[in-house]
Every structure is written in C-alpha cells, then in structure tokens.
C-alpha cells in the first residue's frame, strides 16, 4: 500500500505556513521563564496544528509524547498517561514535550473531570505542554484557556498550498497545469491535508494533473435536490441505491435528519415498518452524538448507512402512490420560539432598567406584569410610558 502523502511529506518547522509556529518554538525554548506552562493552538482541521508540534520536536531534538483527548477522557485515564509523564524525565535525559491533541472532543458522562484534570497537570508540570482543538471557545474548556497561551492556526491561503502542491508534484514525477493545481488547492477551503489527498488521489498512479480530471472529482459535489434524495430512500427498498442517496446533496447531517424525520411519517403508513424506520434513525443519531463527543468521525459511515440505506429497507415492501415531500417545520418552530425569547428578553432589560434589577429576575416577573396589561390596568399605561416600550412590545405583554 502507498504511503500517504501527508506522512511521506511532513514539513519541517520553517516550511509549516503558519506565523503561530514562531509563538511555539519561543515557548518551548524557553520554557522554564514562561509564566504559563501550557500553549493551546486552535484553528481549522488541516492547518497544521499537530504537524508544527511534531516538526518543532524533531528541530529541538526533544521527544515527543502524543495523547489524542478522547483517548484518556476522564480524570484518571489524564492522571495515568499525561500526569504521570509530565513529571518523569525523558529517555537517555532528552528535553520532552507533551503534546494533547483535539481536547475539544471532550465532553459528555464518560469524559468527566477530563478537562479539570488536564488543567491540574499543567500547573505542576516540569515539561512544556501543548493544546490542540479546533474551537477552544467551548463553555467546559474555560478552565484550560486561562492556564494557556492561546494560538491561532488560520486557514492557509490557496497560493501557499499551490506552491506546496507544486513541490509534491515536482518530487512525484506528476505532470501539471498550473491553473488545475491552483483550483485544487482553492477548492480545499485551507485545509493542506485535504490538499494534499485529493492530489494524491488524482494524480498518484496517473501522474498527470488535467481539467478533466478535476472535473470528474467535482461530481462528487454535484448537487441533487434533497426531494430526489427522499425519494432514494423512502420510495426505494435497494440499500445500494438509498446509501448514495444524500451524497450529492447540498445540506448538511442535521439537515438531512430533521428532512427524514419530517416525512418519514408521511411515506410509511404500516406501524411496524415506521417502528423499524425511527429504530434506524435513532441508532444513526447516537452514533452522531459520539462523532460530536468525541470526534470519532469512522462513526460517520455508520450514520449515513443508517439514515439512508437502513432507513430505506425497514420498510417490508414499497408504498405505492405519491407523497409530497416537504421541508421540516422543526426549524421554524425554534426560529419563532427564538424570536419570542428575544422579544421577552427585550421587554425585560428595559423594564430592569427602571427598576434597577437585572433582565434575568425581570424575566421571571414578566407573568404579573401581563396581568396588569391583560386587564387593561391603568398602571400598564404607565409602565409602557416609563419603560418606553414601542406599540409591538405592549401588545405583546397584553396577549
């Protein structure tokens, strides 16, 4: 099997397109003066974050232990792997950096104490520790933020993956035209790995880059209406067809679950096989919870399987006749009840104002001041004139 070329073409630390890099050699270097001890480096996948930490070791000549978040979890699986080796000396007594990776998959019943526990091994650390996520700003990572510096890994701009990709080419033997790698490398939103695969891919065996060639990787987003996707699945009972089916569609997992939600009812009249269907659908969405815990995306297979293909053969035969499939009301439900809290909301922080309490005990209050508006109360014209509440925000309150 042919070595990826995301492995066999690891940048070392002056080639990773990231000005952050500079941040994290000064930390590691020196680190004994840092009055934090920990960095956290965040950005999108495919930025470099983990390659930077591993090319910034092999410069230093510092050994590298490398944990994935998900991997130790809760407080003693961090105690037991990152808390024991922050303390012990390296082999043959070589510098050593602890590298924590993806620390925003953390979350849920069986991750707990995770993050508290990672926080604790960064204040009596004796080696340089680093972070890595792609959204650090999560409300349970508050605790490992304040103890790190934070640095930001950008997407990478298309004319520097271009060049990077032209590298690879030059080394691979791989004839191009510059306009089809310039594509390729805008096409991947900044993310190099991504690049890097799709040349692989293209090119590995050809080893030639074309238009057409690009264009034939572009069916692949070729998009189809998610009402021909419904109908791959609800009104077809061949698992290879419906598997495809939402593919080429341009929505994404949610979307695609709140659809089959809406108009599965419509299509599968006979309980047992609408039973079967939910049954389906309910396995693909706990597979997705732990993709959103834990980032365990080999999960995604099993969820798309699910959603399309065993949602598609639950049923015993095909339902004849026509349906009309529609878009879930789901959405615009929690859009009105959004704007109802926001008008609530507003209410409260203006009548707050007035009585020099907060918007959030206002709130609470809200009920005894609508039955004064309710009732047509001579007070409630008062209120409305003191709070300067607009016509919309008084019939409001009367409702």
Same mark, same amino acid.
């Given at each position: 099997?042919?070595?990826?070329?995301?492995?066999?073409?690891?940048?070392?630390?002056?080639?990773?397109?990231?000005?952050?890099?500079?941040?994290?050699?000064?930390?590691?270097?020196?680190?004994?003066?840092?009055?934090?001890?920990?960095?956290?480096?965040?950005?999108?996948?495919?930025?470099?974050?983990?390659?930077?930490?591993?090319?910034?070791?092999?410069? *230093?000549?510092?050994?590298?232990?490398?944990?994935?978040?998900?991997?130790?979890?809760? =407080?003693?699986?961090?105690?037991?792997?990152?808390?024991?080796?922050?303390?012990? %000396?390296?082999?043959?007594?070589?510098?050593?950096?602890?590298?924590?990776?993806?620390?925003?998959?953390?979350?849920?019943? &069986?991750?707990?104490?995770?993050?508290?526990?990672?926080?604790?091994? #960064?204040?009596?650390?004796?080696?340089?520790?680093?972070?890595?996520?792609?959204?650090? !700003?999560?409300?349970?990572?508050?605790?490992?933020?304040?103890?790190?510096?934070?640095?930001?890994?950008?997407?990478?701009?298309?004319?520097?993956?271009?060049?990077?990709?032209?590298?690879?080419?030059?080394?691979?033997?791989?004839?191009?035209?510059?306009?089809?790698?310039?594509?390729?490398?805008?096409?991947?939103?900044? &993310?190099?790995?991504?690049?890097?695969?799709?040349?692989?891919?293209?090119?590995?065996?050809?080893?030639?880059?074309?238009?057409?060639?690009?264009?034939?990787?572009?069916?692949?987003?070729?998009?189809?209406? %998610? *009402?021909?996707?419904?109908?791959?699945?609800?009104?077809?009972?061949?698992?290879?067809?419906?598997?495809?089916?939402?593919?080429?569609?341009?929505?994404?997992?949610?979307?695609?679950?709140? !659809?089959?939600?809406?108009?599965?009812?419509?299509?599968?009249?006979?309980?047992?096989?609408?039973?079967?269907?939910?049954?389906?659908? =309910?396995?693909?969405?706990?597979?997705?919870?732990?993709?959103?815990?834990?980032?365990?995306?080999?999960? *995604?297979?099993?969820?798309?399987?699910?959603?399309?293909?065993?949602?598609?053969?639950?049923?015993?035969?095909?339902?004849?006749?026509?349906?009309?499939?529609?878009?879930? %009301?789901?959405?615009?439900?929690?859009?009105?009840?959004? %704007?109802?809290?926001?008008?609530?909301? =507003? #209410?409260?922080?203006?009548?707050?104002?007035?009585?020099?309490?907060?918007?959030?005990?206002?709130?609470?209050?809200?009920?005894? #001041?609508?039955?004064?508006?309710?009732?047509?109360?001579?007070?409630? =014209?008062?209120?409305?004139?003191?709070?300067? *509440?607009?016509?919309?925000?008084?019939? !409001?309150?009367?409702?």
């Amino acid at each position: 099997m042919a070595t990826p070329w995301i492995r066999k073409y690891l940048p070392t630390a002056k080639d990773v397109p990231q000005d952050g890099i500079a941040q994290v050699r000064e930390f590691l270097t020196s680190f004994k003066k840092q009055k934090k001890k920990a960095v956290f480096l965040y950005g999108p996948s495919g930025t470099g974050k983990t390659t930077a930490v591993h090319a910034l070791a092999n410069e *230093l000549g510092l050994e590298i232990l490398e944990v994935n978040a998900s991997d130790v979890r809760n =407080a003693d699986g961090v105690q037991s792997k990152v808390g024991i080796a922050s303390q012990q %000396m390296s082999l043959f007594s070589r510098g050593k950096v602890i590298l924590v990776d993806e620390v925003d998959a953390l979350s849920g019943r &069986d991750d707990r104490g995770g993050p508290g526990a990672i926080a604790a091994v #960064i204040a009596d650390t004796r080696f340089p520790i680093v972070l890595t996520a792609n959204d650090p !700003w999560d409300q349970k990572l508050s605790g490992l933020r304040s103890k790190c510096q934070l640095i930001e890994f950008g997407p990478v701009d298309h004319l520097r993956i271009t060049s990077i990709l032209k590298e690879i080419c030059v080394k691979e033997g791989i004839d191009y035209d510059e306009l089809s790698l310039k594509t390729l490398a805008r096409r991947v939103g900044g &993310d190099i790995r991504a690049a890097i695969n799709d040349l692989q891919t293209l090119a590995g065996e050809t080893k030639k880059l074309t238009k057409d060639q690009l264009e034939q990787l572009g069916e692949r987003d070729k998009e189809e209406s %998610m *009402l021909q996707a419904l109908t791959k699945v609800l009104k077809n009972s061949d698992p290879a067809v419906a598997v495809a089916a939402f593919d080429n569609v341009n929505e994404d997992l949610d979307g695609a679950f709140l !659809w089959v939600d809406e108009n599965l009812p419509k299509e599968y009249t006979n309980p047992k096989d609408l039973a079967r269907a939910y049954d389906a659908l =309910a396995k693909a969405d706990v597979y997705r919870g732990r993709i959103r815990r834990r980032q365990h995306w080999h999960f *995604l297979v099993y969820v798309n399987t699910l959603l399309s293909a065993g949602v598609a053969v639950a049923k015993d035969q095909k339902y004849a006749g026509f349906n009309k499939f529609g878009p879930t %009301m789901r959405l615009l439900k929690i859009w009105q009840a959004n %704007m109802k809290y926001n008008k609530r909301k =507003a #209410i409260a922080e203006k009548l707050a104002q007035q009585t020099h309490s907060s918007a959030k005990r206002t709130i609470k209050e809200l009920p005894f #001041i609508q039955v004064l508006f309710k009732a047509k109360h001579p007070s409630a =014209a008062k209120i409305a004139d003191q709070a300067d *509440l607009d016509q919309e925000e008084v019939e !409001w309150l009367a409702k």
